[in-house]
């Protein structure tokens, strides 16, 4: 019997812990270190991380690997641990082959200190890609090519090693987000939204490195699930299409984990980074529940068999990232006396629900459904703003007014969508580029991109009929250097 320890207590806890791991250290040989990486498989699949042996591992990594894995510091906790970013991809190649940006994934592990296996899946699947890549398997090296993942593993250091679920100021950080704050019964938000260094950290580089993810998943521990968004209400989110073919796929192909919102798969709860994601950032968000075991500091069966499934479940997320968003490809465009009779297929498996067109005449004028006048380049100071604001007036009206009839349409996901535009007075001609404008998912804190129309598939027809040529030189380089402007405040692309 051991005298003065509560039972139930950390200490007890982390004393069950170290009996059980030093039993199982015992059958091998090796010599024990601080650091993980290159020690034996026995330490590294059974031991959970503190902050010190994730520091020696991501250091390691960015050592042993630069040509994959950046190492960044972006924030510290409330007691000033570094909170650690690594940012996995193969930075040869700056976009994909074709010229455009490679897709983003965000991960992050580690809210609530106590929940070891949802910071360990983070772990892994950052190990899982890195090791992948050095071992040259071709499936790890294609996603690496075409995609940045962005893994913070472990944002609540300070709770991790104090083994407890809130940060060293009693705060739960997945209640901290300005999102609903602290607007559902809950405990613990904190004293305001973003109250607290580790979550206003994340919302930073959520903000300022990673607006346009495609993909964001939280890891956390305590019921075996899966949830999105909504956590504040129990109605199906607006891309309610995109979750549930991700919930029917998974379930017939890979794991039969429960996928369900939130509020009905959990409890109501407000405030958290996943509902953040979606509502305010427009990302398709995830938790990510492991099942309950978070109150050891080790495990019996090995990381990777424990975690095998839920690993399975992450690889099938980011291989298919490209999928997580409308993808609009024009299959046809007539131009005739003034409309645009256009035929759009969605490769992709969300909605959008205010797509449209714009055009560029060869004089530098932009030109949308509506018949509005014509825009010059020169009228616009892009210091003073986005001009592509222009490009969003229907009926004379400065800003997107997708009421308007004629002026916006909707593509279901993996559908097809024929309409007929009406640009009036529009100068269209040869020499000009019609560009597609669309969100990338139904929900209004989505993305917007803006995609030139490919010539090939461009038909005019006005008093006879014949192929639009390409347009001029000097055109394709004013679109190109439009179309790298962004606007923050109608979140471009």
């Known amino acids: 019997m051991i005298v003065g320890i509560d039972p139930h207590s950390g200490a007890m806890r982390r004393l069950v812990a170290v009996l059980v791991i030093a039993s199982m250290l015992a059958v091998s040989a090796a010599p024990v270190a601080t650091a993980q990486i290159g020690q034996p498989d026995i330490i590294q699949e059974h031991w959970y991380h503190s902050y010190a042996t994730l520091t020696l591992d991501v250091n390691a990594w960015a050592d042993d690997y630069p040509e994959i894995v950046n190492l960044l510091i972006v924030g ?25 940006a490679k897709d983003v994934v965000y991960i992050d592990g580690g809210h609530h200190g106590n929940e070891h296996l949802g910071t360990e899946l983070a772990f892994l699947v950052a190990e899982f890609y890195i090791e992948g890549w050095a071992d040259g398997e071709q499936e790890v090296l294609d996603v690496l090519a075409t995609t940045e993942l962005h893994i913070l593993i472990m944002l609540n250091a300070d709770g991790n090693d104090f083994d407890t679920r809130w940060n060293v100021n009693q705060v739960d950080l997945n209640r901290n987000y300005d999102h609903y704050w602290n607007t559902c019964p809950t405990t613990q938000p904190g004293s305001s939204a973003f109250s607290e260094s580790e979550t206003h950290a994340n919302s930073i580089y959520m903000n300022e490195v990673v607006p346009h993810a495609d993909l964001y998943i939280t890891m956390h521990t305590g019921v075996w699930i899966m949830l999105y968004p909504w956590g504040k ?9 995109l979750f549930h073919f991700i919930r029917d796929d998974v379930h017939a192909n890979i794991s039969d984990i429960p996928i369900q919102t939130a509020n009905q798969g959990l409890y109501p709860n407000c405030g958290t980074s996943r509902d953040y994601g979606y509502g305010v950032m427009g990302y398709p968000t995830f938790t990510f529940e492991t ?9 019996v069966e090995a990381l990777s068999e424990r975690l095998g499934e839920e690993l399975d479940v992450m690889n099938y997320l980011i291989e ?8 609009l490809v024009v299959d046809s465009l007539e131009v005739e006396d003034g409309k645009v009779h256009l035929s759009v297929s969605n490769l992709g498996r969300a909605s959008t629900s205010n797509a449209t067109l714009a055009y560029l005449d060869e004089d ?56 007929t535009l009406d640009f009036r007075d529009a100068p269209i001609s040869s020499e000009g580029q019609f560009y597609l404008v669309y969100q990338k998912r139904v929900i209004d804190s989505s993305m917007w991109v803006n995609e030139s129309v490919n010539q090939s598939v461009v038909e005019m027809r006005t008093g006879g009929s014949g192929l639009l040529p390409a347009p001029s030189m000097l055109l394709v380089f004013v679109a190109f250097a439009l179309a790298a402007i962004n606007s923050r405040n109608r979140k471009f692309e």
């Open 320 to 327: 298919n990232v490209w999928y997580w968003r409308a993808r």
């Open 291 to 299: 099942d309950d075991e978070q109150w050891l500091l080790g495990t």
């Open 364 to 419: 530098g004028g932009w030109w949308a459904p509506g018949g509005i006048e014509e825009l010059f380049l020169d009228h616009v100071d892009p210091a003073q703003g986005d001009p592509w604001a222009e490009v969003y007036t229907c009926g004379g009206e400065i800003g997107l007014n997708l009421s308007i009839p004629g002026c916006g349409f909707g593509v279901n996901a993996t559908n097809s969508t024929v309409t």
């Open 233 to 241: 209400w129990p109605e199906q989110p607006s891309d309610w299409e």
């Open 76 to 100: 510290q906790t409330e007691m000033g641990r570094n909170l650690w970013m690594l940012q996995i991809s193969d930075w040869s190649q700056e976009t994909k082959t074709d010229g455009t």
